[in-house]
């Protein structure tokens, strides 16, 4: 992943090649120190992401798709000597619009974070402040950006609530985040990520804690403000259907790493790896009628022991990790499985069971 | 979980009789205020339903949080006294059982809960948790129980040996089968899944789903599963009620409801379920929903979906519809259903009689 022509055939897609990307991530590694050992969250991970365009990450719990997001944002604790908690020990380079987060102090970063990157947190519950009320949350973030006073910042959070959809905007402003049903913390949090129109919005499991018909709502209130601001966004997500409704670009994340990366075209319609045919084997699917059975993945990471097709390369997927390699333009995979024996296996074995 | 093509063998002679009936059931929770705790009004959580669950078959109840499943799932099993209303088990009243008349009956009937980390405790062996049915029930099963609950061990896929590991030991996945593990212990005829599978990764979802399947086979059992995930619903039922606000809404089969449904709040759901084909992102017609669901403190009147729903009338704000067998095995609670095969003929007759080119 060092030299400049490699990582464009690999993290980039073809309309990208030669372009800086607006996002681009590459050879990320965040490792935590343990009693038990080092723990290698994000070991590896290189994607990039234009202006406008949607990034879906999928992956189980431990994946690292987390961990990847808040090293974005800059919000892992970094070693220091005051600390008696060892902090998380990152490399790779992550850069914002041609600028490289990691190297800056954290000083700079904070001061990106609101205006040129945001994120929306899993659970509003515990992302915001219960002794201040949403008002003065939004009110807050807005006026370090923006030199105005406190009279116009209001106005602005009363726009903002009234956008994502609350009702009363101007009355529920002084509301405190407890006083909100689930979907509407959700939402006031969502403004408050959005009151600095921000370039890059981080969505880490935006709406795994909703009712699907405030999902949807949530879903169509992110699409449209991506329209409008012409902004990246990265959404992070367990949920298949999410991915495939909002994501033009999908990454598949296992034990840190990435498995699969491509078009949401191509990943839906043409899987390459096991682990993704897993995925979407695993989950009953809501538009069919029912299959015989689920196609379940066994046990528990690393992949090669849960992999049914491990025995075909001879123990190559015991001792060898795979890279990341092209199958078609702008669609790459981390699999042994030779392009021939994967095609068979997905057109005659995955498919019709799917 | 078993679709009609493949019920449960071992038939008996009332396969087709009722397990648990429940008729008119409601649960309002007090809300006290004031100096004197007296009663200021009620969350009504469950206000007036009526379902039957026959034997071998896997009965869910979906709808958002606040509508009221658990509830029921839990006046089902009687950790919650019924504030009105009756529950039948096996033609026997358990409306008002007390808790020592209820002990017996708790062997027939198990939870399986959703949080497979607070509703194991940390302190107990795998061992101990699982045979805690017979302890408490005061069963000796044939062979010890040791081996009784090692037999179950395997039986949910877990290595026997493990009898003697603690619950921190074990993954998300591992520790709902060891709460499956202990509600089979006493050989119930009814369990009832609250969320069984909501707290777990996808992949260790079509696990647990699997083996509730073959379980299912193995042990005859009759299902009631309490979700909120349409998909995971489709795919293990055989007949789903909606649930709205603490009253059913839309009951039928589940190839029914989802092919057909006909409450316009089971159309919004459905249409609000993202799914995994980049192919149909363009063609779906989506239901958007304004609002929250109303406070069940004081829910509408009559129809309680009137407030959110796109075809609502008149009639919907003072009249409530009551759920009527509109198709064969296909109960609604709708004054005007969707994909009704009557609705093309009334609309057109309207738009006959008001309509100019009337011939």
């Not at chain 1, 073809?14 to 590694?29: A, I, N, S, T, Y």
């Not at chain 2, 989802?258 to 379920?273: E, R």
Request: overall charge neutral; some cysteine; glycine content about 8%.
């Amino acid at each position: 992943m060092t030299t400049p022509a490699l990582r464009d055939l690999v993290i980039r897609h073809p309309g990208q090649l030669g372009k800086q990307p607006f996002l681009e991530v590459v050879d990320l590694k965040v490792h935590f120190p343990t009693d038990d050992g080092l723990v290698k969250s994000v070991d590896g991970l290189s994607f990039a992401l234009d202006r406008g365009r949607t990034l879906g990450i999928v992956g189980e719990s431990g994946s690292g798709k987390s961990v990847t997001s808040l090293a974005v944002m800059g919000l892992h604790t970094r070693p220091s000597s005051e600390r008696t908690r060892p902090g998380a020990q990152l490399s790779g380079e992550i850069y914002l619009d041609g600028d490289e987060l990691l190297s800056k102090t954290p000083e700079y970063v904070r001061s990106l974070r609101g205006k040129r990157m945001a994120m929306i947190f899993q659970d509003p519950l515990s992302a915001m402040n219960p002794y201040h009320t949403v008002g003065q949350q939004i009110i807050e973030a807005y006026r370090i950006h923006n030199p105005v006073n406190k009279k116009v910042a209001r106005k602005h959070a009363i726009d903002m609530l009234g956008r994502v959809g609350i009702p009363e905007p101007s009355r529920r402003i002084e509301s405190y985040p407890h006083q909100f049903s689930g979907g509407m913390r959700q939402r006031a949090m969502i403004a408050m990520s959005l009151s600095c129109d921000p370039d890059l919005l981080i969505a880490d499991e935006p709406t795994t804690a909703l009712d699907v018909t405030v999902q949807a709502q949530i879903l169509d209130l992110i699409r449209d403000l991506q329209s409008e601001f012409n902004s990246s966004v990265v959404l992070i997500t367990h949920d298949l259907g999410v991915v495939a409704e909002l994501a033009d670009d999908v990454l598949v994340m296992y034990a840190g790493r990435a498995m699969e990366y491509g078009s949401a075209e191509q990943l839906f319609n043409r899987p390459a790896h096991p682990y993704t045919w897993g995925l979407l084997g695993s989950i009953p699917r809501f538009d069919r009628v029912g299959a015989e059975r689920l196609l379940a993945i066994k046990g528990t990471p690393p992949f090669h022991p849960r992999c049914g097709y491990a025995a075909r390369n001879g123990g190559l997927s015991e001792d060898v990790r795979p890279e990341l390699a092209p199958v078609e333009p702008g669609h790459t995979v981390a699999c042994h499985l030779s392009p021939t024996e994967r095609e068979q296996i997905w057109e005659h074995e995955i498919a019709p069971k799917l | 979980m078993t679709s009609p093509r493949h019920k449960p063998v071992a038939p008996t002679p009332d396969q087709d009789s009722d397990l648990i009936i429940v008729e008119g059931l409601v649960k309002h929770f007090p809300i006290r205020g004031g100096l004197l705790r007296r009663q200021v009004g009620a969350v009504q959580a469950v206000d007036g339903v009526n379902f039957a669950v026959k034997r071998g078959e896997t009965f869910s109840i979906v709808g958002e949080s606040g509508c009221g499943k658990s509830t029921t799932a839990r006046l089902l099993t009687r950790l919650l006294e019924p504030t009105a209303g009756k529950v039948t088990l096996e033609g026997r009243d358990i409306t008002h059982l007390k808790d020592s008349q209820l002990r017996p009956l708790r062997r027939d009937m198990q939870m399986i809960f959703q949080d497979p980390y607070s509703s194991l405790n940390p302190r107990h062996t795998v061992g101990k948790i699982v045979g805690a049915p017979y302890r408490i029930q005061g069963v000796s099963p044939e062979g010890g129980v040791k081996k009784a609950v090692q037999d179950l061990l395997a039986a949910v896929g877990l290595n026997p040996e493990h009898y003697n590991r603690y619950p921190h030991e074990f993954s998300g996945g591992q520790r709902q089968r060891i709460g499956i593990a202990r509600t089979l212990a006493l050989k119930p005829r009814l369990i009832v899944a609250d969320e069984p599978v909501s707290a777990l990764d996808v992949s260790i979802q079509a696990q647990i789903l699997n083996l509730l399947e073959d379980l299912q086979e193995d042990f005859a059992l009759t299902y009631v599963i309490i979700a909120h995930d349409l998909s995971v619903v489709r795919y293990v039922s055989d007949r789903v009620a909606v649930m709205y606000l603490g009253k059913i809404v839309e009951l039928a089969d589940a190839e029914a409801l989802y092919g057909g449904p006909m409450h316009p709040y089971t159309v919004a759901l459905m249409s609000a379920v993202p799914v995994p084909d980049t192919r149909r992102r363009q063609e779906r017609e989506r239901i958007l929903l304004t609002g929250d669901v109303p406070s069940p403190i004081s829910p509408p009147p009559a129809c309680r979906f009137h407030t959110r729903c796109w075809k609502a009338q008149e009639i919907c704000r003072t009249q409530e519809p009551p759920l009527v067998e509109l198709l064969p095995r296909h109960r609604v609670a709708c004054h005007f259903p969707e994909n009704y095969p009557d609705e093309a003929v009334r609309e057109s007759a309207t738009e006959a009689s008001t309509g100019e080119d009337y011939r």
